[in-house]
């Protein structure tokens, strides 16, 4: 099973921003900025994904990470 790690957290250090402050930057609630910082989920939300992706001016490389079994890939 994959699973996808946004790595929020990291790239909100990068830039000295609070949680708060990207969930005002970017328009995406706060519940959901931190829950995406806190754990790897099963599921995202692209238009959220793609909106602190557009806020933080990165890569998708850079913003997410995949988690899972590679045994999948074979």
Known sequence: ?????????????????????????????????RRYALQSLGKVNMDTVCRIKETFGCSWEELLEVQGDSSFDD
């Open 1 to 33: 099973m994959y699973r996808v790690r946004v790595r929020v957290k990291e790239l909100c250090q990068e830039k000295d921003w609070s949680l708060n402050e990207l969930s005002l930057r970017s328009g995406v609630t706060y519940s959901t900025v």
